[in-house]
């Protein structure tokens, strides 16, 4: 019977692995989808930048209770799972509590924070239940979360509290086996728990085969929902768990409100005014700005994919707080959806296929790049350090330079620029003319 749970055990553990693997690297690629960006730069202030933002979660904090619970459920998912480890090998190896003979006291040490954390878990994803279903706050019940993505954080807060509730019924059954002298349980011997100690009482009536089945059924639910919602990360915005560290290195380090220039343009520009430094073979760029996703950098694709969809993006937003139809988080959701498209047609065809669908205009409107003043309060105000003001500028300026689409407003600035080199109809000659009258 051992031998056949180890076995089951195995094939379910390999299995989760492999579909997890197949899922992540079509992420990987889809992401590479994306025109290559080269980010090496002031890697010191980059480690740091994963330290404090990802490990320590510092913008989660602005909000000290809301960071407080965010970090505990954060906190006991990392540090709950090094007891996952424990059970992964009880479970190759057809052990007991493998842990518990080497470590002795520091192990129920260990146990007992794990419990106490589970129980922090449970209470804080409980809140977190209330505060979108009951108390319902704006920012999670705005139109771009109809649907699924709605759905999603809500699964994934019962599951985490299931998960919690499974690793404490698991303990208590446990123990209580362990004071009966029961088989196989009393090897371990480490006595009751700090917190599924008060589930006992619920389970004491119960005859040890009855105990036996309640464990190892939490033990198999335990650890199946574990690999379940690790094949379930691809799919969900928790995939942040997971991207938030490599999207904490690579965040842009260029000071808050400087926007990239346009080398292309640049040198146009310098090719037009002294064409003596225009080298023999040049061209002109193939494209400005971006269409589709291919347009766009890695990192603009690795931004949606780590989006968490919290909503302080555009919660933050001046165009959506005036309730103009431009929301951040949804720039970044459709950049992904877009993205997951492009993927599934390039794995259907091999190679890409014109679908006749791009990012722009099929899924992100002109309305709603032109409602953008960027201001910058969407990076600013992201927990993971996501830049939708970078997609949302690449996008208006394919707008204006390939498709010659902006408000009458921006070309009578356009051309003022152009002719009077300042935003003002006046001649460059008369620009001080105003001081002759003071």
């Known amino acids: 019977m051992q031998i056949l749970q180890q076995i089951l055990f195995l094939l379910l553990a390999g299995t989760a692995f492999f579909i997890f693997y197949k899922k992540i690297t079509g992420i990987k690629r889809n992401i590479n989808l994306g025109r290559n960006e080269t980010i090496n ?32 459920v954060y906190a006991g998912f990392l540090i709950i799972n090094i007891e996952v480890l424990e059970i992964v090998l009880d479970g190759i190896f057809g052990t007991h509590r493998l842990f518990a003979n080497y470590f002795g006291g520091f192990y129920i040490f260990l146990i007992n924070i794990f419990e106490i954390l589970a129980l922090l878990v449970v209470i804080s994803c409980s809140v977190f239940l209330i505060r979108r279903n009951i108390i319902k706050l704006k920012r999670f019940i705005s139109n771009d979360l109809d649907g699924w993505p709605r759905s999603d954080a809500n699964y994934i807060l019962i599951t985490e509290i299931a998960l919690m509730g499974l690793f404490l019924t698991m303990n208590a059954s446990d123990t209580l086996l362990q004071a009966r002298g029961a088989a196989h349980y009393a090897e371990a011997a480490t006595g009751n728990f700090i917190i599924s100690q008060f589930i006992q009482p619920l389970l004491s009536g119960l005859s040890t085969a009855g105990l036996i089945t309640i464990e190892r059924s939490c033990w198999w639910l335990h650890i199946a929902g574990i690999f379940a919602f690790l094949n379930y990360l691809p799919y969900s915005k928790h995939l942040h768990i997971i991207l938030a560290f490599p999207n904490a290195y690579y965040a842009r380090l260029l000071p808050v409100g400087k926007m990239e220039n346009m080398p292309a343009i ?30 766009l950098s890695w990192k603009n694709l690795l931004d949606a994919y780590a989006c968490t969809e919290c909503g302080r993006c555009s919660a933050a937003c001046p165009a959506n707080i005036t309730g103009k139809k431009l929301s951040p988080r949804k720039i970044m959701m459709d950049t992904r959806d877009r993205t997951e498209e492009v993927g599934k047609n390039t794995d259907t065809h091999k190679t890409f296929t014109d679908d006749g669908k791009s990012l722009l205009h099929d899924y992100i409107t002109v309305e709603e790049l032109r409602a953008c003043t960027t201001c910058n309060a969407c990076v600013q105000e992201c927990p993971v350090s996501i830049n939708p003001l970078d997609i949302i500028l690449q996008l208006r300026r394919h707008l204006v330079m390939e498709e010659s689409n902006a408000p009458q407003e921006w070309n009578v600035m356009f051309s003022n620029v152009e002719n009077n080199f300042a935003p003002w109809k006046f001649s460059p000659d008369d620009r001080d003319a105003w001081t002759e009258s003071v």
């Open 41 to 72: 730069d002031h890697k010191r202030q980059r480690w740091n930048n994963v330290l404090l933002l990802a490990f320590g979660q510092k913008k989660m904090f602005r909000k000290p209770l809301v960071g407080l619970l965010h970090f505990l």
């Open 266 to 295: 640049q040198n146009e520009v310098l090719y037009a005014m002294q064409p003596e430094l225009a080298p023999a073979d040049a061209s002109a760029p193939e494209k400005f700005g971006a269409r589709d996703i291919m347009d």
